[in-house]
Structures are given as structure tokens and as C-alpha cells.
């Protein structure tokens, strides 16, 4: 069993690019993130402690995106699923990484990957994490 914890549309400034331009200004990137996790024990408890915070991990993120250098979007998506991945014990990630504006002509460019264990049918997140 899978629940996801989602955190859609995190808009954050950053430098991020690879022409000379690009490195001297900040350019807003977005951020879409579904994270598994367990909920039945927050559910019976009704206490924060006892779940993913969300407002912690888009707090992590903002600090480390708004502060990054990366010139490629790939980079950056890496490094923010590692923070994930091994600061909020999160066994699997999707990140939807977006650089709007970077293509003339079209809304959005980025990437979107998946990193850690998904748990299959039948498994837990808990499972995963020991």
C-alpha cells in the first residue's frame, strides 16, 4: 500500500542555466513533487510528528534551490530528489522540474524523474523504509 503526499507548483528563483546570460540573473523554476508515504498513522493520530511535513520539505527546498548554481535543470532535479530521498526518509520520489519561459514558443521545458523504491502492491511504505 502507497499514499503520496503531493506538493504541486513550488515556484522558487534560482540561477540556473548554461549561457553566459543566464548566470548572472535569477529565473524561476517549478517545482512539482508526489512523495510516497505512510498516513494511516497520522490518520489515527492526528499529529504532525507522525507524518510527512510537507511545509518542512518545501521549506528544505527553498533554501537550497533559491541558493543553487546549477547550470542544468537535470542537476538541480538530482539534487533535490536526493534531499528527498535521504533527509525526509521518503522511499520514492517523482519530481516534475520545470524552467517556464525557456523555449520560445512553448509554456514549460524541464524533465520529470522518478528516483528510490516504489513500493509495489501489497508492500507498505513502512516496509521500505527498515
Known amino acids: 500500500m ?3 503526499i503531493f506538493l504541486k507548483a513550488l515556484k522558487i528563483e534560482t540561477v540556473i542555466g ?3 546570460w543566464e548566470r548572472e540573473i535569477k529565473q524561476t523554476v517549478v517545482l512539482d513533487l508526489e512523495m510516497a508515504a505512510d498516513i494511516r498513522q497520522a ?3 492526528d499529529k504532525l510528528d507522525d507524518t510527512l511535513n510537507y511545509k518542512a ?6 533554501d ?3 541558493h543553487s548554481k546549477f547550470q542544468l535543470v537535470e ?9 528527498v530521498l535521504t533527509e525526509f526518509s521518503v522511499p520514492w520520489v517523482r519530481l516534475q522540474l520545470n524552467k517556464p519561459g525557456a523555449v520560445r514558443g512553448a509554456q514549460d ?4 524523474i522518478e528516483r528510490g523504491r516504489k513500493p509495489e502492491n501489497g508492500a507498505s511504505v513502512r516496509e521500505y523504509r527498515e
Open 2 to 4: 502507497m499514499d503520496i
Open 18 to 20: 548554461v549561457f553566459d
Open 43 to 45: 490518520a489515527a493520530t
Open 57 to 62: 520539505v518545501a521549506k528544505r527546498l527553498i
Open 64 to 66: 537550497f534551490v533559491s
Open 75 to 83: 542537476t538541480l532535479a538530482e539534487r533535490v530528489a536526493e534531499i
Open 109 to 112: 521545458v524541464g524533465v520529470i
